[in-house]
């Protein structure tokens, strides 16, 4: 009997060995894809939204939003004492895991930024130093002592040149070729918040907004992401880890895709095969870890035909998003873009 009772304990030792080994961020990347499902897109005029369901492997941990954490006054944000284009400093003063997406624009102080890459902030962080790039060229005079959530998102073609360049320089030239691309007014010190709150582009913006408005809903509580396609092209692809993230961030998203879909007439249309075809090279592509100014886990995806990010914490998906290479199919992988950042 006592010889039976010791066999038990140790396979039940061994089961519970196996239960808590850690995933490989390989695996967590297949089995996400594995459970997607892509709903009948939704269109108006040259934008297309397929919605994304995940049929399980979701994450119930309540993540707060970065706007949400404004709100409350749960975080901080200020310039670095010497002054630096590229950091700022974060407290999270709350109990909550805070989400910030890379794109999200905070204003004031000495200029306006947009984060760098997603982070999730953890509870009572203490100071952190936050990567980000500068969306404001002309002006480096305090405005105020604090940031605030300027409740935008830069467009995904944006996000997704200064993900592949890490390049200041790149994204200063972006913010004046989407003004220039639809059509907004001359900013005095080169705003992307100016681009967004021109009038003529705000008008052009609102019809997108209101037809897509009710896209998280479309699979009720499984429906966690979108690609989003203008024409043919595909713009982007953002999967969060549950509906309540995806949701809360979804008002900030549709207006960045309604940026890149204005003023352009592409032609051709994508199928909800090309839309799976796109997201299963994703179980093949190559994952390499990077740093994150938060917690978790954060890699870098490099496709044959895309490239994009993820963070994971806690074996769980927290944001992926995912952008198409420029240029013809490529037969083989193609090595990444330089990832050195320039100093300014």
């Known amino acids: 009997m006592k010889r039976f009772a010791l066999t038990f304990i140790l396979i039940l030792g061994m089961l519970n060995l196996g239960a808590f080994k850690?995933?490989?961020?390989?695996?967590?990347?297949?089995s996400t894809v594995s459970c997607i499902s892509v709903n009948n897109p939704i269109r108006y005029k040259n934008l297309t939204i397929f919605p994304l369901s995940l049929s399980r492997g979701r994450d119930k941990k309540s993540i707060i939003t970065f706007d949400r954490a404004f709100e409350k006054n749960y975080i901080e944000i200020m310039e670095k004492e010497s002054g630096d284009v590229n950091t700022v400093i974060l407290v999270n003063k709350s109990k909550y895991y805070v989400f910030i997406l890379a794109g999200e624009v905070i204003t004031g102080c000495k200029q306006d930024r947009m984060v760098s890459e997603d982070c999730l902030i953890p509870p009572h962080s203490g100071k952190i130093h936050l990567k980000v790039y500068c969306t404001e060229h002309g002006r480096w005079i305090s405005k105020s002592q604090r940031f605030a959530t300027g409740g935008i998102a830069i467009n995904p073609k944006m996000r997704g040149v200064a993900k592949a360049s890490k390049s200041q320089g790149e994204v200063w030239a972006k913010v004046e070729e989407k003004r220039s691309e639809v059509g907004a007014g001359a900013s005095p010190t080169s705003a992307y918040m100016d681009i967004v709150e021109d009038k003529k582009v705000a008008r052009e913006v609102k019809p997108y907004v209101d037809k897509f408005a009710n896209i998280p809903d479309v699979g009720g509580w499984k429906t966690v992401g979108v690609l989003a396609a203008v024409?043919?092209?595909?713009?982007?692809?953002?999967?969060?880890?549950?509906?309540?993230?995806?949701?809360?961030?979804?008002?900030?998203?549709?207006?960045?895709?309604?940026?890149?879909?204005?003023?352009?007439?592409?032609d051709g249309k994508l199928s909800k095969s090309d839309v799976r075809d796109f997201i299963?090279?994703?179980?093949?592509?190559?994952?390499?870890?990077?740093d994150t100014d938060g917690t978790g886990d954060a890699y870098t995806i490099d496709g044959d035909c895309s490239f994009g990010t993820t963070l994971i914490f806690d074996g769980k998906i927290v944001h992926l998003d995912l952008f198409p290479r420029e240029g013809p199919r490529p037969i083989k992988r193609v090595p990444m873009l330089d990832f050195r950042r320039e100093q300014y």
């Open 22 to 30: 850690k995933k490989e961020p390989e695996d967590i990347l297949s």
């Open 280 to 290: 299963e090279e994703l179980k093949d592509a190559g994952l390499s870890k990077r």
């Open 231 to 266: 024409g043919d092209e595909i713009i982007v692809v953002d999967l969060f880890t549950n509906h309540k993230l995806f949701k809360n961030l979804w008002k900030k998203l549709i207006k960045s895709y309604a940026l890149d879909a204005i003023n352009r007439c592409p």
